[in-house]
């Protein structure tokens, strides 16, 4: 029992000792830091923080501890030490070694920079920019970093440095002084975009000209006319599949982006509105109103309000009227033709046309006087049908051949005059003229349809004088 109490009594000494001895290291790390005696201080404070499990101190400790590199950082920094002070303000780890440490970097990147060596430069630069954004030399960094780039060719990374300066420090010296340099990048980049325009993806190609757009350039006057010109290859495109909404939207993009095309787009409006107005009209020549009249009004898309399309519209519901005023007298006078009535189907086919003119009711006014004069003297209309062909052509070439025939034998010639005899076939009939001499005949013969017209030869000799 004895020897467990000693043993508790040396465990509770050992520990007290041990806490004792790190709050001694503590101590003597501490009171070298108070009396500036960094250098030591760091020492006893990594010590400490070794072996040290007390939460409380070991924040002091490291708090300690970033100031005695802060303060042998400030002493290199006063000295111009760059190097030396950015490696101590770096071990420093805090927000106001950071206030200081991008100073140091940036003048050892200027170092390198009058020594001629880009990439060191280049390293201190985005030591500067990646991990001390706040820093205030990041105009001038990115200033002279896009002249670096341009020299080593890297003109995307000179680009991607003018945007990032531009977008956050628009109205810097530095932004205004490099203009000129990215001026001179300019024709590259509208010739990547315009790239992507001849090979047809026109939205990939606005895309990349309206971002080099938003930078004040001495080419930008010249991108948004390519944006133009892109916008009015994509009307075309979606005007070959009728997307009028579409065609109107990127016309008044067209306007929009080079306002000495609003001529040329009103122009273009006006010719894509006649194209509709034409394909309309297709519509109305088959009778098909409705159909139009929906055509039509694709025009007012584009030009709302267009009074050529309000009057022809207007016109069109005129026509449709009169149309299916027309159309019933047209049905009315075909019955009247069914029952052979031809006097009133003549009348109502007449009036129907006076309404709307359309050929199938033309042909059947033709075909009603026909069938008139038929069945008032059938024979004599067949023969003024005969004598009538191509002005005369017929009687004027038979008698061509019978003069012939006289001049060579006179009296003897003999003929049978115009004899019309009824054919097998409603409104059909035969009309002939034989001529008669002692060395030859001519026995010509035609049958004639009363109802159409038509003259069909019955022989050779028929044939070649309808021919003459």
């Not at 002249?147 to 530095?174: C, R, T, V």
């Not at 267009?306 to 519901?317: A, G, V």
């Amino acid at each position: 029992m004895k020897m467990k109490i000693i043993l508790v009594i040396l465990i509770l000494f050992t520990v007290v000792l041990s806490h004792c001895l790190v709050n001694s290291k503590f101590n003597i790390a501490h009171q070298l830091y108070m009396k500036s005696n960094y250098v030591m201080a760091i020492k006893h404070f990594d010590n400490f923080l070794e072996t040290s499990n007390n939460g409380a101190l070991s924040t002091q400790a490291e708090l300690e501890r970033s100031d005695c590199y802060y303060q042998l950082g400030s002493k290199a920094y006063l000295k111009e030490n760059w190097l030396l002070a950015s490696r101590l303000f770096f071990l420093s780890n805090s927000k106001i070694a950071d206030l200081k440490l991008d100073d140091c970097y940036f003048q050892l990147a200027q170092q390198k920079l009058l020594q001629n060596a880009p990439i060191t430069t280049l390293e201190y630069y985005e030591k500067i920019t990646s991990h001390l954004k706040d820093s205030e030399h990041i105009p001038e960094i990115l200033f002279n970093r896009i002249q670096i780039y341009i020299k080593m060719g890297n003109k995307l990374s000179a680009f991607n440095d003018y945007h990032f300066l531009w977008e956050n420090h628009p109205n810097n010296s530095f932004t205004i002084e490099i203009q000129p340099f990215i001026d001179d990048l300019m024709p590259t980049f509208i010739n990547e975009a315009l790239i992507f325009r001849d090979s047809l993806e026109y939205n990939v190609s606005i895309d990349m000209l309206s971002k080099l757009s938003q930078y004040p350039s001495a080419f930008q006057n010249d991108i948004f006319i390519h944006i133009s010109d892109l916008y009015l290859l994509k009307a075309e495109e979606v005007l070959s599949i009728k997307e009028y909404g579409q065609v109107k939207k990127y016309l008044d993009l067209v306007v929009d982006n080079d306002e000495l095309k609003k001529d040329l787009v009103n122009k273009k409006s006006d010719d894509i509105c006649s194209q509709i107005i034409l394909e309309g009209d297709t519509f109305v020549s088959t009778f098909q109103f409705d159909e139009a009249i929906e055509i039509y009004n694709n025009c007012f898309i584009l030009i709302p309000n267009y009074p050529i399309c309000t009057n022809i519209i207007s016109d069109t519901k005129d026509k449709k009227k009169r149309y299916n005023s027309a159309l019933e007298l047209e049905n009315q006078a075909s019955i009247y033709e069914k029952n052979k009535e031809y006097v009133s189907a003549y009348s109502h086919y007449n009036k129907s046309y006076k309404l709307f003119k359309t050929n199938r009711v033309k042909e059947k006014i033709y075909i009603m006087g026909n069938l008139l004069q038929a069945e008032k003297d059938p024979k004599a209309f067949a023969e003024k049908i005969i004598k009538d062909y191509r002005k005369g052509i017929i009687p004027a070439g038979v008698s061509a051949i019978e003069s012939s025939l006289i001049a060579q034998y006179g009296d003897q010639v003999d003929t049978s005059g115009w004899k019309v005899y009824y054919a097998i076939g409603e409104f059909k009939y035969e009309v002939r003229f034989d001529l008669l001499s002692p060395a030859e005949n001519y026995y010509y013969a035609w049958r004639v349809n009363l109802k159409t017209r038509k003259i069909t030869s019955l022989n050779k000799i028929s044939e070649d004088m309808m021919k003459r």
